[in-house]
Structure formats: structure tokens, C-alpha cells
């Protein structure tokens, strides 16, 4: 009796395999195997998990697991500094930590909406037109609505974007997220690790040596 597959034979030997990493990152401990989870080298495996918690700013902790039935990993995606504090304050002061979430969003879209109306960015064409971070807003609409506002502002911050540069190039440092976390008046700037305001600290004195 016909049947149909998956697909043809021999396709997806040499293509990448999709992990599912918004399952693996929940914070479960878990197993995966060579040749059923994954497909590469078991170190280069173990690679992939790391590269994937520091884009996502967190932690990860994996074990080499082998038997009789082969090798794999056994791992651990762990929330970082950031998250941890935002945990501790809704524990323990929740207002107060609600109120600090919401006055460090109201800033954050400040900023783009005075960048998406004081700013102007030069076109393919060599026009100008308004400069709208709609990335960035989506970072931090995102971070709000799964409550992870802190490391989605910190994620921004660590890893320049075409926006920093949109504002050094016209000027407009007065309008650069990393100002919100350098600010240690606001209510949410305890959140922000020690190496989130470092960077910030680097970087906009970079731009001040550069000015």
C-alpha cells in the first residue's frame, strides 16, 4: 500500500536540524541524544547550547552523558543575574517591583518615540526620513508582555544594534537606552548586573571620546 513520507531519501542529511529551544530553555533539566536529538559532534553540541544561553543572556550547565545506548548531553538552561533580581523584588515587594517595571518600559518607549520624531536617518536613495527603531520596539513590548523587561533592555544594551549607531551618527546620546540603565536614580537600576553597566558605562564613554 502506498504511504507517504516525510521526505524524499537523502534529503536533510546535510541540513542543519531545528532545535526546539523554546522548550529546552525553560529551565527543565534535560537529555538529548546524538543521532536522535541532534546530529553533530557531542562537543560541538555542547558548544551550540552555550552559544544559544549567551544570546539569550542567561546561564546553561551540561554533563556528557554515555552508555550502551550511545552519548548525549544532559543540560540545564539557568536564569542570570538580572532575571534573579527581578524574581527576588517581586517576592518580596511586589508593587514596588511592578512599579519599576512599568517606569522602566514608560522610559524605554520614550526614547523611541522622541528618536522616531527628533531623528532623521539618510536613505538608500540619499533621502532622509524619519527614523523609527520598530526592532526595538518590538524588544521591549516583548520583554513586557513575558515579563522579562530587564534582560530584553539588557540584551539591547550588550549587543550594539543598528540603532546605537543611527543615534551616535546624528548626535542624539541623550536618547540611547544605555542612559536608562546608567541611571542609578531610577527605581529599576538595581536590576542591571554588574556587566550590563559596565557595558553601558564603556560604551558611552566611547562615544564621548569620539565626539
Known amino acids: 500500500m502506498a504511504r507517504k513520507l516525510s521526505s524524499f531519501p537523502g534529503d536533510g542529511s546535510d541540513k542543519q536540524r531545528r532545535y526546539p529551544w523554546s ?13 536522535v536529538d541532534y546530529d553533530v559532534a557531542t562537543e560541538n553540541m555542547r558548544v551550540n547550547l552555550h552559544m544559544k544561553a549567551d544570546a539569550l543572556l542567561r546561564k546553561v550547565r ?12 544532559v543540560f540545564q538552561f539557568l536564569p542570570n543575574e538580572e532575571i534573579e533580581a527581578v524574581h527576588m523584588a517581586m ?23 522622541r528618536a522616531r520624531s527628533e531623528v532623521t536617518i539618510e536613505r538608500s536613495d540619499g533621502r532622509r526620513q524619519k527614523y523609527a527603531a520598530n526592532r526595538y520596539k518590538q524588544q521591549i513590548d516583548k520583554g513586557r ?37 546608567l541611571d542609578a536614580g531610577k ?11 559596565e557595558t553601558a558605562r564603556d560604551r558611552m564613554q566611547r562615544f564621548e571620546d569620539e565626539a
Open 23 to 35: 522548550a529546552w530553555t525553560d529551565g527543565g533539566v534535560w537529555e538529548i541524544r546524538r543521532g
Open 62 to 73: 551540561t554533563h556528557k552523558a554515555r552508555d550502551q545506548a550511545g552519548e548525549g548531553l
Open 91 to 113: 517576592t518580596e515587594n511586589p508593587d514596588g517591583a511592578r512599579n519599576a517595571m512599568n517606569q522602566l518600559y514608560a522610559d524605554a518607549l520614550e526614547i523611541y518615540e
Open 145 to 181: 508582555d513575558e515579563n522579562g523587561l530587564v534582560p530584553a533592555v539588557a540584551r539591547i544594551v550588550r549587543r550594539p544594534t543598528l540603532g546605537f549607531g543611527h543615534l551616535e551618527e546624528a548626535g542624539r546620546s541623550d536618547l540611547m537606552l544605555e542612559n536608562l540603565v
Open 187 to 197: 527605581p529599576y537600576h538595581r536590576f542591571f548586573s554588574a556587566k550590563t553597566i
